[in-house]
């Protein structure tokens, strides 16, 4: 469960860094992480994005 919930807190804030383009460097952590979610197949994306959701609306974040 709580890798899970670091998996979408990552993914909240890969999604908030897509929309507003912070100015910072990504953590090394970080780096991997999106080298990990670029390696999934799009069907592993759509799995994701439902499981985010889903976590969000049972959940409080």
Do not use: H, P
Not at 7 to 28: E, K
């Amino acid at each position: 469960m709580a890798r899970a919930q670091g998996i979408i807190g990552w993914l909240g804030c890969f999604a908030g860094m897509n929309l507003s383009r912070r100015s910072r460097r990504l953590s090394s952590e970080e780096i991997k992480l999106l080298e990990r979610y670029r390696e999934l197949s799009e069907s592993d994306r759509i799995a994701m994005r439902y499981l985010v959701e889903a976590m969000r609306s049972v959940s409080r974040f």
